[in-house]
């Protein structure tokens, strides 16, 4: 079997990417992306994406 890419994509509202692409090949088990570092990012409303192969989840952050 094949690892899977794991991808992360951050959004303002407006719909502009905001953070650099994450890739990463995750080996089975391995838990290094329950977190992931938005300090840098203005107070406001995100929209993140997170892509694993083809499967992808879309959700909405409120940085205060």
Do not use: C, H, M, W
């Not at 992360?8 to 990417?17: E, M, N, R, S, W």
């Not at 290094?32 to 997170?50: A, E, P, T």
């Amino acid at each position: 079997t094949t690892t899977p890419e794991i991808q992360v994509l951050i959004y303002d509202f407006a719909g502009k990417q905001v953070t650099p692409q994450f890739n990463k090949r995750n080996q089975k088990g391995n838990s290094s992306l329950r977190r992931y570092d938005i300090s840098n990012l203005k107070q406001g409303v995100y929209i993140f994406k997170i892509i694993v192969d083809k499967n992808q989840y879309i959700d909405k952050i409120i940085k205060q």
